[in-house]
C-alpha cells in the first residue's frame, strides 16, 4: 500500500472514536531493501526506501523493530500491548487489618 504522509493523520482523523492501539512496525532500510528483494526479485524494488521515514515515530503506541524480534516476538509485544497482564501486587484495601 503507498504511504504518504497524509495517510497517518487521515487513519488518526477516521479512527479518533475508536480504541486503537497504534503500533510502528519498521526495521533499518539495508534489511528492508534485502526483504524486498528476496520477496520479489523482478517487481517492487524501491518500495521500502520510498515509505522510509514517511511516518513520525511519536505517531504510535508501540514501536516493533522486525530486525530485532522475530515474528513470534513481534506478536507478543504486540499481544501484551492490547492485553497487559493485571496487576497481581495487592491493593492496600486488601491487606487484613488496612482500611
Do not use: K, Y
Not at 500500500?1 to 477516521?14: F, V
Not at 479512527?15 to 492501539?21: A, E, G, H, K, M
Not at 516493533?64 to 491493593?91: F, G, Q, W, Y
Amino acid at each position: 500500500m503507498p504511504i504518504d504522509d497524509a495517510i497517518m493523520p487521515a487513519w488518526h482523523h477516521d479512527l479518533r472514536d475508536q480504541d486503537v492501539l497504534w503500533v510502528r512496525i519498521h526495521a533499518p532500510l539495508p534489511v528492508l531493501e534485502e526483504r524486498e528483494a528476496d520477496r520479489h526479485p523482478e517487481r517492487f524494488r524501491g518500495l521500502s526506501r520510498g515509505h522510509q521515514d514517511v511516518c513520525v515515530p511519536d505517531d504510535f503506541d508501540l514501536d516493533v523493530n522486525s530486525a530485532e524480534l522475530d515474528p513470534t516476538e513481534r506478536a507478543h509485544h504486540i499481544a501484551t500491548a492490547l492485553h497487559p497482564p493485571a496487576d497481581t501486587s495487592p491493593s492496600p484495601s486488601t491487606h487484613p487489618g488496612r482500611p
